[in-house]
Structure formats: C-alpha cells, structure tokens
C-alpha cells in the first residue's frame, strides 16, 4: 500500500514538472536512455548539470561585474549555459539563456543583468525541484524508476 | 535486412549495431560539454557502438593522427582551441573519409553553410537523441 502510494506520488511530483514547464520532451529522452545497466543515467546527468552550471553562473557573475560589459564573453558562457540546458530539458532556464543572448546581441547591460537575476532564480528552483525528486525516488527503492507510462 | 532503425523507434533498445557485423561499428564524440558527452557516449553504447570521445577538434585531429580510425565522428561546431568546422577541414585534408555528422545547437544558416562545406555528411540539431541518430547511422558506411 505504501509503496503504491509513493509511486503514485513520484508519477504526480514529475507529472507537475512538466506540467509547470520546468522540463520539457528532453528530459524523456533522458529518461528513455535509463536502464539495468545505467540505473541512474538521468540522476547522474542532473548532476554534470549542476556542476557545469554553477562554474558558467559563477563565470559569468564575474563577467558582469566588469566595466565595460564583453558582450562577446557574456555571449559564450551563456552558449554553453544554454547548451546545457537543452540537454537535460531545462525548458525555463533555457528561455532565460536565449533571452540573455538577444541583451547580448543588441549590447543592452540592463537587460543582461535583470535576466542574470532572473535566471538564477529559475535554476536554483529547477535545482530544488530536481534534487527533491530523485531523492523520492531513490528513497522509493531500485524498482522505482521513474519512466513515462508505455 | 532487418529493420534496425524501425525495432529502435519502436523502444527497442536492444538493437546491436555491432552484432550482425565482422566488427563492431566504432564512433567518435567530439564535444566539450560533458553533458552532452555523457549523452552521446550513452545513445551510442546504448546501440552497441563502440564509442571514444575528445573534448575539442584539435583532440579529434590528434586522435587520427596517432592512426586511429572511426566509421563514425559526431561533431560540434562550437569547442575551444579548435572549433567544428576547423576540424572536420583538417581531418578531410588528411584524407579521412568517415561520415561525419556535425551535432550543434546553432541554428544561423551561414555557419551552418561552412560547417557543410568544411566536409560534413550529415547534420543534426542538438540536443541528440535515438532517432536522430538512426537517422545519422543510416549514412554510415562500415568499411573502417
């Protein structure tokens, strides 16, 4: 009984995911490539996610510090925060990085700073979210993996 | 023939690219990010090909000339030292004819235009997943 309940409740946590438009289809391709022999492939992904993320946030928190902005440098590291992003599914974060880029391209500090804000709260939300996720499934046992219903 | 490319959009990952060959089908991942490295590398095991990955062009350049070979090389346009379309020009100089298919998440035509000519076979917009590069498989000529 309690297990039905906790997958039931792991199925509405991921469900609202999505529904909320944290992720999107990316992050079940992911899922798609979990298996026996790479139990927890999307885990360890989310991981690399925020170790990459939390350099190129770190990167480009210095980056708009300066005086002048290297439009050209913000650019990069928010290509590759991008990049990122759309691998794993991180629909909202990625819509703060293109919006990010489009500051970039038309030289505007202003607009590039209140995004920055922005798009950090989005992250560290997703992270939130993420890390309260896969510990209900970790803590609903090896059986539990998370994959959409067939 | 089977039908490969049909079991694996059907969610068979059982599918061995391997398997009915002489040899394994050998691919070369060449990103600097490690996520999509750990993507690439697991859609590529995932289909039984066996799979080397380099973290920029220069590494991939360096990888051939200590006289390795790949059926396949997934290449990125946007790397440090040496980017995509630097690469894939060197790698055809030297006279490599593998399929090579550029995997990037650019999107502008002109860049993409030179990515072409710089010597690709194949081009997919990231992120990557099966289908995709079923569809980047079906170029592949196994004769390496």
Not at chain 1, 34 to 50: R, S, W
Not at chain 2, 90 to 101: D, E, P, V, Y
Request: charged share 25%; hydrophobic share 35%; proline share 2%.
């Amino acid at each position: 009984m309690e297990r039905n309940q906790s997958r039931r409740q792991i199925a509405v946590t991921r469900q609202s995911l999505f529904d909320q438009g944290f992720l999107d289809e990316q992050f079940v391709q992911l899922e798609e490539l979990q298996d026996d022999a790479n139990p927890n492939f999307v885990e360890e992904i989310a991981t690399l996610y925020y170790r990459d993320s939390s350099r190129l946030i770190n990167n480009l928190e210095q980056a708009l510090e300066k005086s002048p902005l290297d439009f050209n440098k913000l650019d990069n590291y928010m290509h590759q925060l991008k990049g990122s992003s759309t691998s794993i599914g991180a629909k909202k974060v990625k819509a703060e990085c293109t919006q990010f880029r489009e500051y970039c391209r038309t030289g505007n500090g202003e607009g590039c700073v209140r995004t920055f804000q922005q798009l950090k709260k989005e992250y560290g939300l997703l992270k939130r979210k993420l890390e309260a996720y896969f510990q209900m499934v970790r803590q609903a046992g090896p059986s539990q993996v998370a994959c959409r219903p067939k | 023939m089977e039908d490969i490319g049909a079991r694996i959009l059907a969610g068979d990952h059982q599918v061995q690219y391997g398997q009915n060959q002489r040899t394994k089908i050998k691919a070369l991942v060449v990103d600097d990010n490690m996520i999509n490295q750990a993507l690439h590398r697991t859609l590529l095991r995932n289909l039984g090909i066996e799979n080397h990955v380099v973290g920029n062009g220069r590494e991939a350049v360096d990888v051939h000339c200590s006289g390795r070979r790949f059926d396949l090389i997934l290449m990125d346009l946007d790397m440090p030292v040496m980017n995509g379309i630097e690469a894939t020009k060197k790698l055809r100089a030297m006279g490599i004819q593998s399929t090579i298919a550029g995997v990037s998440s650019r999107s502008v035509d002109e860049n993409i235009q030179e990515f072409w000519e710089a010597g690709l076979d194949d081009y997919q917009q990231k992120p990557l997943n099966f289908p995709k590069l079923v569809s980047i498989l079906q170029k592949v000529n196994h004769s390496v």
